[in-house]
């Protein structure tokens, strides 16, 4: 009886330690402190495997790293989309990006794909008394078609929320090969207006396919256009001489944009946007990165990130406000090695592998397409922690504005301020994925991909797209790798599935263009 009442009170004791412990960690905000600070990092293509706090062995990012031990590091977060367009767009709206047709690999003479009067991420905080900024690239569209580059173009990331801009307008492979800020081309001399086409050369003007001899960067498939810097571009451009970008410095040059942005802007709430381009193709690491990685220029610029991240956090720190900023570090969708250029990444990958035990990759239904880094740090504010809570990018619209007292709720974006600040495990039930117009479903350990026509592996890029011609049914709790389809196993969950992804998404998302990558 003695032993029985002793172990019960064991038992008890070390419950009572364990509640207490963990309620202490919980340290609640306080809304009479001054607004926090809000700035997302976003990577450009890197995997979920990339950085060493998820595993990598064969690659470091001490950086990264230090954001993922210190803060809330997610085993289970999602881009919503596994190309960058598509992800930016739920980022900054917190809308699914299948319910914009426009939502899809742009060109760099897009329009803007995000409707002016749309609530935003950055209109959100900016009526709650932040400045907003967005240093990086865009992707996201400007102007309303036919830009003409040497006037202000508009609209832009001015027009839908953000106080600042300083941009690229698509991607470094994409003309126009310059920088914009709030809506102006940086340098542009008006004597050599830029010109852009992606249908027609100029006439006289050198490209990838007629003259391979001005080449610094071979091209594998694609990215065959203008020539700028030695680099073969997808889209043509004349003019803006004066006005086009260093690659090799683009890194540095967005760095100090951030830097910035945070020294001039510390003495009121802000929100920055730091979209960074690495690791996107064509990798052009500054020459004290290169070789540093022993990966090739792929493995040199995801080192570069990673300083860029920690020289980020110094301004931070630098100038007192690590305490009061909350910061989000993602990605816009899973890795890719060859992906227009030959650079010798899948030559020297060794045994590194980007995507963890994930399957497929950039533009893929399977896991790593979208299933990505994701970390939540606040100094002081959040506990270290790694939670397997399933969150969503498009989740941070109506999770910030509930830590900025904003009554603002978009309805694809949960609220899950306090899974993000590590203070609760309950995250989204479930999640439809993206890939290229195809969606997949995710609800709770189980993973669905309806039936697609279409290759199963796209070959310039060698990955796995997620195409079938049946069903695929995954549990990745117990399968992380989908190598096990349970469809034909287990008939009654996929039924269910069925039902619960139907009434959600509907039937329309079966006839799809099938991805061409130019």
Not at 129 to 157: A, F, Q
Not at 352 to 370: D, I, M, N, V, W
Request: net charge neutral; hydrophobic share 35%.
């Amino acid at each position: 009886m003695y032993r029985k009442h002793l172990s019960s009170l064991i038992i008890f004791s070390v419950f009572s330690l364990v509640f207490i412990s963990c309620k202490n960690k919980i340290k609640k905000i306080d809304k009479s402190s001054p607004k926090p600070n809000i700035v997302v990092i976003y990577t450009d293509d890197l995997g979920f495997g990339d950085i060493s706090a998820n595993g990598a062995k064969e690659i470091k990012t001490p950086n990264i790293d230090i954001l993922a031990n210190e803060g809330v590091r997610f085993t289970n977060g999602y881009a919503s989309s596994a190309t960058c367009t598509p992800s930016r767009y739920a980022l900054l709206t917190g809308v699914y990006p299948w319910k914009n047709k426009r939502a899809r690999i742009l060109p760099g003479t897009a329009p803007l794909i995000i409707d002016t009067t749309q609530m935003t991420l950055p209109k959100m905080l900016k009526n709650k008394g932040y400045h907003t900024g967005i240093v990086g690239k865009w992707h996201l569209g400007l102007g309303t078609g036919n830009i003409n580059w040497n006037e202000t173009v508009s609209p832009g990331p001015n027009e839908v929320g953000f106080d600042y801009s300083y941009i690229m307008a698509a991607t470094q492979d994409r003309v126009p090969t310059v920088y914009i800020e709030n809506g102006d081309v940086v340098g542009l001399d008006p004597k050599d207006p830029i010109e852009i086409d992606y249908k027609n050369n100029f006439k006289g003007q050198p490209n990838g396919i007629d003259n391979p001899e001005l080449l610094t960067m071979k091209w594998h498939h694609g990215h065959n256009s203008s020539i700028v810097n030695g680099i073969p571009r997808i889209g043509y451009m004349k003019g803006g001489e004066a006005a086009k970008w260093s690659d090799i410095d683009m890194a540095d040059h967005f760095l100090k944009g951030a830097q910035d942005y945070v020294k001039k802007h510390k003495n009121e709430p802000f929100f920055l946007y730091y979209a960074m381009q690495q690791p996107h193709v064509p990798r052009t690491p500054h020459p004290r990165f290169v070789g540093t990685s022993g990966m090739g220029p792929r493995g040199d610029v995801i080192l570069e990130a990673d300083w860029m991240v920690g020289e980020f956090m110094k301004t931070l720190k630098e100038e007192g406000l690590l305490e009061n900023t909350l910061i989000v570090f993602s990605s816009d969708n899973g890795p890719v090695l060859n992906d227009g250029y030959y650079d010798d990444a899948v030559e020297k990958i060794g045994d590194h592998t980007p995507a963890g035990q994930l399957r497929g990759g950039k533009y893929s239904l399977f896991e790593a397409g979208t299933h990505v880094p994701f970390i939540t740090y606040w100094k002081g504010k959040i506990e270290p922690t790694v939670s397997e809570a399933l969150v969503c990018q498009m989740d941070l619209l109506s999770s910030i504005a509930k830590l900025v007292d904003s009554k603002v709720r978009v309805d694809d974006s949960q609220e899950l301020l306090n899974v993000f600040l590590g203070q609760s495990q309950d995250g989204r039930e479930d999640l439809i994925i993206e890939a290229t117009t195809r969606t997949a479903y995710r609800n709770g350990d189980w993973v669905l991909i309806p039936p697609y026509k279409g290759p199963k592996v796209n070959t310039f890029v060698n990955i796995e797209l997620g195409n079938s011609n049946e069903y695929l049914l995954y549990n990745i709790k117990e399968d992380l790798g989908q190598q096990n389809n349970l469809a034909e196993s287990n008939p009654e969950k996929l039924e269910e599935m069925i039902k619960l992804y139907t009434a959600k998404r509907g039937t329309a998302n079966t006839k799809v263009k099938q991805l061409e990558l130019k």
